[in-house]
């Protein structure tokens, strides 16, 4: 028996994870995909907010305040690229200034910083945006991160820390026992003294297998587009418009890897598997996007994508024990500002929920900080000679568009949180992630993985279980 | 390997080794080629069908064979080659930093540079495909390189979209392997392939071939299940009420190739609107002693051309090497070429008057099928040269030559295309 099993591995999740990880609780994450970070948090914005936008006093307003200075101590400590580049928030219409106005209210409310750019001063720090731009609010807390390597280190983290996870194991079933749950997933049956919910979309479904039906979850799709590098930046802040109708608009932000990411819609969705794109969805994105920005090269679009925000009928964020299944803890409905709001919400779930529970006492051999991924794009000459005489793989070329090499392709099959499909090679190096989204690297990802585990390459799976991208031989036909 | 060249040229496919070759024979000393790959030869080696080398070697040849011969020749020039190496970085300078297992990630210099690295596929992601991305989904390249070089198989029940050459010669060659290919798609009104491979590739396998028709949705999670074909109006909007589906476990995108460029990203070296470098005759950007040839400058339809053009590159990068410390001679004019109507583009975007180059090429592709046609090049508002075609049609690139002393004085060269009525 487990003192806690957190179901779902997502940023969420995986963030609570680390947390617990700091104390003398076993616990185990289960996921149903064969990957962390696989859902929610493998599409979205990837923004740290600022927290200004929020309604003021609501859980979304103050876990995203409380977590903004968290970052990027966190970031450091578990090795993720994270870069604090402010946004501004744009008013193009005579009509929006008024709203503007009522931001900069809103924003002193939930004590986050901001400043009121005249029009001079917003093409002076962003020359590409729509020259009719009025004003814009600008927030220096903003910033981008990865929300992949967020999510992975985190869990890498609370691995080596004690922590256990299993993947592929769908929750089947919760049975309330004597003063424990019984968790019936499609990997056998788990016992724990507390669970948390962190189950994304499918938080719901899961809080109902306790008979907790207090809210519903609404999968909410946005759609996306991603720009290959430019020579010279697009943009340099994260670009919002003014939020117009439930969301925060079509926004135009540089990733933290070099790309343009162009989104999101809101539409919402009955599926909670659905993240197919569509082409009039993808036309509103442009349409919207180059009124904000009219030099976006669509034509260098490398990828469409959708996601899912896990939309709750309660208006906030759900962080609490369950009113009705004692020791089972939802932490439900966190759209965005979600991942803005993550790292307070692992803190709170394990300190301020889980600690009223069960004693939390601190480990000894804790360490915060995971081992350092090798970077050999960030070393020097006579560091990149040392790292090739250990290890001539490192200077193995796999793939091209993003340079990542053998020696880092095995070097993460190699830490605690498993590496199983081509997907999660791609989420944790970007192998895969550039204009030939794969075309050339992607045979040689796979013989990497093949060789290491020592299987065919027709048992290397694309992202799902089963999910292969060669025949056994030409002869299986 | 030596720290200094007097060219290198990046790419080991057809137009790079050509372009090492005339260097050498021009007479260039130290002339390096760095090919990422095993062998060199680029993407020849996994097209294993025939049809390349009629112009280039007098002979029908597959491309491994092509690639092969062009191999032997630069080994027998003396040409230094790094195999499995990747160029990841080029300064302003030509310092040209490369990684590699064998020799760790190291910098060589060099007096010209010639850029062959081909090009790469256009995509899902570069044509917003619809629906959902499992497995199943592959460029043609990519279904090539696992069953030609690599050997596997890669799908039972195949649909491509896109009905160029390489759509064309994939539907034969997963038909060939066992295949079922149940059609080929075709967003333009008109394939884009050669009749012979639309007759040879389709029709003696009763292919159906879907004109004005483009992929508008695509199923499954774990794996590919089905896609949905629809009619696309003249504007290649999707008609509501003409989908067909087809049960596929394998849907090949064949849609097209962009030259991949990635290298002069940080040189700001100048692109065309058809996301070419822009070039001069003599093949050069206006980076003095940087060149380009391939696929990498524009996409080519025969390895031939793609040879020929690196020959050109490879003979004036040598010009460039052997004549750089001699004084500048007479001053040269540029003119600007520009594609007009009926054109949709021309390499080289420059010429230089008066030229260096005897015999001025120019490679260029019209914007639509036309009868007979003729094309027309016009110094400012003089016409300087007509050709006269039966047809032309945007998938076969149109090679024009123009002699020294046809070009005159001028501030721009205009090309048109138009069918002659009557």
């Avoid at chain 1, 994870?17 to 616990?27: D, K, Q, T």
């Avoid at chain 2, 491994?64 to 020039?77: L, Q």
């Amino acid at each position: 028996m487990k003192d806690v099993i957190i179901i779902g591995a997502g940023v969420i999740g995986g963030l609570i994870a680390r947390e617990l990880s700091r104390y003398e609780v076993s616990f185990l994450i289960v996921d149903k995909e064969n990957d962390v970070a696989n859902g929610t948090t493998m599409a979205n914005s990837a923004i740290v907010h600022s927290g200004y936008d929020p309604i003021p006093n609501s859980k979304k307003a103050y876990f995203n305040r409380k977590s903004v200075p968290l970052f990027p101590k966190l970031c450091e400590q578990l090795d993720v690229e994270l870069d604090n580049i402010g946004s501004l928030t744009v008013a193009l219409y005579e009509e929006q200034l008024p709203l503007l106005d009522s931001l900069v209210k809103r924003a002193k409310e939930n004590d986050v910083e901001v400043k009121l750019l005249n029009k001079e001063e917003v093409l002076a720090i962003e020359p590409n945006l729509n020259p009719e731009v009025l004003a814009a609010l600008y927030a220096k807390d903003a910033g981008i991160v990865n929300p992949f390597q967020l999510t992975v280190h985190a869990i890498e983290n609370a691995l080596d820390n004690g922590g256990e996870l299993l993947l592929n194991a769908e929750v089947l079933k919760i049975n309330k026992k004597e003063g424990h749950y019984e968790v019936v997933t499609s990997k056998g049956i788990h016992l724990a003294k507390v669970v948390v919910n962190a189950a994304g979309v499918h938080s719901d479904d899961i809080a109902k297998m306790v008979g907790d039906n207090s809210f519903e979850i609404t999968p909410r799709k946005g759609s996306y587009f991603v720009i290959d590098k430019l020579a010279e930046p697009l943009v340099n802040h994260v670009v919002f418009p003014l939020p117009k109708g439930g969301s925060k608009g079509i926004l135009v932000t540089p990733t933290t890897a070099g790309n343009i990411l162009i989104g999101p819609t809101s539409e919402y969705s009955s599926d909670k598997t659905d993240i197919g794109t569509d082409a009039p969805t993808l036309n509103k994105i442009r349409e919207s996007a180059l009124t904000l920005v009219p030099s976006i090269p669509f034509n260098k679009t490398i990828r469409t994508f959708s996601g899912l925000r896990a939309t709750p009928n309660t208006g906030d964020f759900i962080i609490e024990e369950s009113k009705v299944a004692p020791n089972f803890i939802n932490v439900a409905g966190i759209e965005s500002p979600g991942l803005a709001s993550a790292p307070y919400i692992g803190i709170y779930v394990v300190e301020e929920l889980i600690g009223k529970l069960l004693p939390l006492k601190e480990k000894k051999n804790f360490n915060p900080k995971i081992k350092k991924y090798t970077k050999p794009k960030l070393l020097n000459e006579a560091e990149i000679a040392e790292l090739h005489k250990k290890d001539p793989r490192f200077a193995r070329m796999i793939c091209n568009c993003e340079q990542v090499s053998e020696g880092e392709i095995i070097e993460i099959l190699s830490r605690s949180v498993p590496v199983n499909s081509i997907k999660a090679v791609k989420k944790r190096l970007r192998a895969g992630f550039g204009k030939c989204q794969g075309g050339f690297c992607q045979i040689h990802v796979m013989k990497v993985m093949a060789d290491f585990y020592k299987v065919p390459l027709s048992k290397i799976v694309f992202d799902e279980e089963d999910s292969y991208i060669v025949l056994d031989d030409k002869d299986e036909r | 390997m030596k720290d200094k060249y007097d060219v290198i040229v990046i790419g080991g496919g057809a137009a790079g080794c050509e372009a090492a070759l005339a260097a050498k024979n021009a007479g260039v000393k130290n002339v390096l080629i760095i090919e990422k790959e095993k062998r060199l030869g680029g993407i020849l080696n996994q097209c294993v069908h025939n049809g390349f080398g009629l112009t280039h070697f007098g002979e029908e040849l597959t491309g491994p064979e092509y690639a092969e011969r062009v191999a032997e020749n630069v080994v027998k020039a003396g040409i230094d080659v790094l195999l499995e190496a990747e160029v990841i970085e080029i300064t302003e300078g030509y310092e040209v930093k490369f990684a590699s297992y064998n020799e760790g990630i190291k910098t060589v210099s060099t007096t010209a540079l010639i850029l062959a690295t081909g090009s790469y596929e256009r995509n899902a992601g570069a044509i917003l495909l619809p629906g959902e991305r499992p497995p199943g989904i592959l460029t043609a390249g990519q279904a090539q390189l696992l069953m030609n070089v690599e050997g596997y198989a890669v799908g039972k029940r195949v649909f491509i979209l896109g009905s160029g050459d390489i759509g064309l010669i994939m539907a034969r060659r997963m038909t060939l392997e066992g295949a079922k290919v149940l059609g080929v798609a075709e967003i333009m009104p008109y394939s884009n392939g050669l009749n012979r491979n639309i007759v040879q590739c389709l029709q003696d396998f009763d292919i159906p071939l879907y004109l004005s028709h483009t992929v508008s949705n695509v199923y499954g999670r774990k794996h590919l299940e089905g896609i949905t074909i629809s009619r696309v109006d003249e504007k290649f909007n999707i008609i509501e009420g003409t989908e067909i589906y087809f049960e596929v476990d394998t849907l090949l995108l064949a849609v097209g190739l962009i030259p991949l460029t990635s290298l002069l990203d940080k040189l700001g070296v100048k692109f065309s609107k058809s996301r070419s470098a822009v070039v001069d005759e003599r093949l050069e950007t206006e980076k003095p002693g940087l060149f380009m040839c391939g696929n990498s400058l524009h996409i080519h339809d025969l390895a031939d051309e793609a040879s020929k053009e690196g020959e050109l590159a490879g003979l004036m990068a040598a010009n460039y090497v052997l004549n750089k410390n001699k004084k500048a001679e007479q001053k040269v004019k540029l003119l600007q070429v520009s594609p007009s109507n009926g054109v949709n583009y021309v390499i080289p975007n420059f010429v230089n008057y008066p030229s260096e180059v005897d015999e001025i090429t120019f490679r260029l592709r019209v914007s639509k099928p036309m009868l007979r046609s003729k094309i027309c090049f016009y110094v400012d508002d003089k016409l300087i040269k007509t050709k006269f075609y039966p047809f032309l049609i945007p998938s076969e690139m149109t090679t024009i030559t123009l002699k020294k002393e046809e070009l005159i004085d001028g501030k721009s060269l205009t090309l048109t295309a138009e069918e002659i009525n009557g």
